[in-house]
């Protein structure tokens, strides 16, 4: 799997895993301050969407600093210090008592997903080789999935069941203070000395003055607005407009994420085998976007009335090839003194996306509905993100056999 034979097994373990706790607990406060028990409900709809575009505000303002001092002091102070921000923020989460308070926190939470991020990415990079780059940058896609899917709807779960959202905000906070003092005992510090001192500000000119990397941002921006388009709006869409069993949305999911886990490893060896990014690239981009038309657009009833449903799980493989072929390009393209810095860009990518996906997404709805309001959207982001493909150049380097 190319995990033992990096030499760094433990370290990548452990950053994989308290990726999934960091993103568990951050989706686990988004599924319980979107619910009615939270606050009297009165950050639903709007108060949900403005918080999902206050966090990657906030990590945009501070990805591009914690990227480039990770290449001057270090990975490991940057990610432990994360940790701890973010379960602070859990923990004020479900202390706050108005709503001001909770659109301050959402800015806490994007300075602690900055912080994480850049670190955990540069560290995978600074671990990775030619050879098995898109398997372990898979990985790390894997594990924000992982958590992303099992924080949210294990919140809602839970808050069906009768939970308190005050006990699902202290246990996120626990669990993300748990994890930083795991990642100070068992992580290593995997930056590259450099022999030279850069200054930050040089550091990310370097980057942003890289083409190749320029040419990510129509492929990048509106593939991850599409996700934030459906994480902000999944919930509503369920619950207003389909009629859908408990064991119907389990199926749905575990359908979804065993197909999605499956493509992202089986691609991820592919795309490395080969040695090719631009392919698995597109390929993925269209996967993800007739996945996400047919979730937004097509009944939830007609999948099965229609025999349409063998169309999710396959998609959902498919789709699995975009996560490590395109976090395999960005490494691909950068230099290991400035890793951290080319990492801080694909959050800034990131976070855009984040801005303008559920923005977008709640005016569409409000516009056309459905369909054609949510439906035309991601047809068009989907084609931008395509479109976009065409201009990218191979980034995968060509390993030559001596004679």
Known sequence: MGLRKSGHFLTLMMLYFVTLIMRASFYVTIAVISSNAYMGGVLSGWGVAVILAIYPIAELSTVSFFGSYSDKVGRKPILVASLFITGLAAFLFGIATFEFLAYVLAAVFGIGAASKVTTTLSMIADCSTETNRARLMGYYDLSTLMGLAGGFGLGIILLELGFLPITLLLAAAVACAASGLLALILIKETRVASQTDVSMLALLKEVASDKR???????????????????????????????????????????????????????????????????????????????????????????????????????????????????????????????????????????????????????????????????????????????????????????????
């Open 213 to 403: 990397i320029q040419k990510m941002l129509p492929v990048y921006i509106p593939i991850i607005s599409l996700y934030g388009l459906v994480i902000s709006q999944t919930k509503h869409i369920v619950e207003e407009y389909f009629e859908i069993t408990a064991t119907d949305l389990i199926l749905l999911f575990a359908m979804l994420g065993i197909s999605l886990v499956l493509g992202i490893i089986v691609m991820g060896h592919l795309s490395d085998y080969m040695m090719k990014r631009r392919p698995f690239i597109v390929v993925g981009l269209i996967g993800f976007g007739a996945l996400a038309y047919m979730l937004v657009g097509v009944p939830f009833d007609s999948l099965w009335t229609n025999g349409l449903w063998p169309l999710l799980p396959t998609l959902g493989f498919v789709a699995g090839s975009f996560p490590p072929a395109a976090m395999a390009y960005l490494t691909d393209v950068s230099s290991e003194e400035a890793r951290g810095s080319t990492m801080g860009v694909y959050s800034i990518f990131f976070g855009s996306g984040m801005i303008i996906g559920p923005l977008a997404g709640q005016f569409a709805f409000q516009v056309g509905d459905i369909f054609p309001g949510l439906a035309l959207l991601v047809v068009a982001l989907i084609a931008i993100a395509c479109i976009g493909t065409y201009f990218l150049e191979e980034s995968a380097p060509v390993v030559i056999e001596e004679d």
